[in-house]
């Protein structure tokens, strides 16, 4: 186990407030959070900081970007849709449904307001923890699938014992999360990549690596683009990384007006800054296909 970035609970809570989120309730006397990665190379941030339905209310409110009704891994996830059972885990108000052609389309969710939002428009959504709905529907799906779920999830393990029960032999489970091979990677300070928001980061070595153990096989690999509304968080990377970091060729004095300077360049950014299509740098997310197969001991 080792470390690699701790941050101040203070600078969260700070971050947490421009965008709305008051997070003081859910961190409590905690002081610092460090981001560790395992021997499988899973990179968790501890201690253990969970959003609540609250805090998540405030992001959505303040934020009308936050739950997208169209992503683009709703176009990748649905070339590998197949079979005639798919269940979405953490499906929110079921907007993937709408991609879901020639198959029974069963949804999970946890909250309320997005459950009865979903049944009004007459889709199949429960709400209903994952690990109890695959005990109760063993074998059930040709697919089981999530967008931007497993980042949040408290025990990610559980979230793939669950998957390998609920799906049929050679079945496949689709998992959209933020890439940490991407721009994300270098941003430790990002407070929506942090705790309570998101309690771990995956790479790619650990997407393949990590499921194996719970009876998955790596199927394929697909990083997204940089999406438009994504622009100014990659430039605000590859400006950290290059020009903001520290020199001892500078003074204290002279480091701290060249980084007033860049962030004065950087809040100047336009909002609808975006990356040419055909210029291909890896965006927010990958999406990670795997197949089921049986585990060894069984």
Known sequence: MRTLVTLQIADLIRRYDDLGADIRRLVGDTREVSLVEDETGLRMWRPLILGDGEFYRQLSEHNPWYYAPEKREYDVAARFLGGDDLLEVGCGEGHFAAWVKNAHYTGLELSEHAVASAQRRGLRVLRQDFA????????????????????????????????????????????????EDSYLGSQHDDCLNAPPHHVSRWTDDCLKRYPETFGFQLHDLVHLPVEQGHAQRLIHAFVSRTLLRPSSRASGLLERLQRRAVVSLLRSLPADVSIPADFFIPGHTVLAVHRRVELKDQ
Do not use: N
């Open 132 to 179: 109890a709905f695959a005990d109760e529907h063993p074998g059930c799906f040709d697919r089981v699938c999530s967008f931007q779920v497993l980042e949040h999830l408290p025990a990610p393990a559980t979230y793939f014992r669950a998957a390998h029960r609920a799906l049929r032999d050679g079945g496949l489970l689709i998992t959209a999360v933020p890439s």
